[in-house]
């Protein structure tokens, strides 16, 4: 059976930092592209940030410069380090393969505070 659990969400100040985390299970996590999704309020899920099995990333334009993916393949997990937070990015945060093969786990919740 498949699990994705993120977590390391929180409330935070606009300027502040977070690192999120994903931890899978039941996948060969080393063989899958993994991204980061978010969705705000009102607002459609969207793919944020992807890094590819050889480590290439790829990022949304309106994070870019501000967010950082990165993978750790001997943990089975997936990260997102978030700088210069703005209220913009509030949300709660998912991840999945870049194809979104897995069913959604319970997401983090991002709030950021003006």
């Known amino acids: 059976q498949v699990q994705l659990v993120e977590s390391g969400g929180g409330l935070v100040q606009a300027g502040g930092s977070l690192r999120l985390s994903c931890a899978s299970s039941?996948?060969?996590?080393?063989?899958?592209?993994m991204g980061w999704y978010r969705q705000g309020p009102g607002k459609q899920r969207e793919l944020v940030a992807g890094i590819f099995i050889g480590g290439s990333t790829k990022y949304a334009d309106s994070v870019k410069g501000r967010f950082t993916i990165s993978r750790d393949n001997a943990k089975n997990t997936v990260y997102l380090q978030m700088n210069s937070l703005k209220p913009e990015d509030t949300a709660v945060y998912y991840c999945?393969?870049?194809?979104?093969?897995?069913?959604w786990g319970q997401g983090t919740q991002v709030t950021v505070s003006s």
């Open positions: 039941g996948i060969i996590f080393s063989f899958n592209a």
């Open positions: 999945n393969t870049l194809q979104a093969s897995y069913v």
